[in-house]
């Protein structure tokens, strides 16, 4: 089943899916890994003094705010160790030692029970349930494709009660990465659409990059924190601006 899909002027046609990105699109949790991001470095820079504070910057943390666009807030778990390696090996580390380093203190964080995911450490924004509703109401296809791991966006989905409304928990859990299009063909292969059946909505220009990339149908840019969002047809500040016809 097809249908139309508006988004302000614009309308796309054909449309039997919507792939939804979660953090900073659905779910609210800047802060949540600003947090994270933060002990992280702590941990880091308990083992390596002075590596904490430019861990800070790379991870996109500065003051008391996440960029909604950094490395923190859009990139893989394997991205941003990578990253934390690379900052650790400058210090004369070898590349064994820092990878070793940043894995054990991600790990900890991960597995920390003072930080964890819940319901109320990051909510759903409030258009997301009626959004969805809607969408599935109008017999669309629904699906998640996060930078984060499968396995987090299907606890994301169990803990928000969204079983009934999303067909596809995908994230990254190997080498693959946002912005790579085999990530959007892989979740329209999963749903059983074409990529030129789908729209991507999400919250960075990684997003739309791999989306059109990969010939998606149309992208959505949702501003939740900034205008910042290129390579977008259109941005909205809104779930509810994507109106099934």
């Given amino acids: 089943m097809s249908i139309a ?8 046609d054909n449309i039997a899916a919507v792939i939804f990105d979660k953090d900073g699109t659905l779910e609210d949790s800047l802060a949540f890994w600003r947090e994270v991001g933060i002990k992280r470095a702590r941990l880091i820079d308990a083992r390596i003094p002075g590596v904490g504070e430019p861990l ?27 990253a934390a390696a690379a900052y650790i090996a400058e210090t004369g580390r070898s590349w064994y030692e820092a990878r070793t380093i940043a894995s054990e203190a991600f790990t900890e964080v991960s597995d920390s029970k003072y930080l964890t995911k819940t319901p109320e450490s990051t909510s759903l924004f409030s258009d997301v349930i009626p959004t969805l509703q809607t969408l599935i109401d109008a017999g669309l296809k629904v699906g998640i494709l996060s930078a984060d791991s499968s396995a987090e966006v ?8 969204l079983e009934n409304y999303i067909q596809l928990c995908m994230g990254v859990d190997d080498e693959i990465t946002k912005p790579d299009p085999r990530l959007f063909i892989r979740a329209c292969q999963a749903l059983g659409v074409t990529p030129n059946q789908a729209l991507m909505v999400g919250d960075s220009t990684g997003d739309m990059a791999m989306a059109r990339a990969a010939k998606a149908a149309g992208t959505i840019g949702v501003c939740r924190y ?4 290129s390579q977008a047809d259109r941005k909205i500040f809104s779930l509810l601006e994507i109106q099934t016809l």
């Fill in 154 to 161: 299907k606890n994301f989905v169990t803990n928000h009660q």
């Fill in 5 to 12: 899909i508006a988004c302000q002027d614009l309308k796309f």
């Fill in 56 to 82: 800070l910057m790379a991870f996109g943390i500065m003051d008391h705010t996440l960029d909604p666009q950094g490395l923190m807030a859009v990139g893989s778990r394997q991205e941003n160790e990578i």
């Fill in 226 to 229: 900034e205008n910042s969002v």
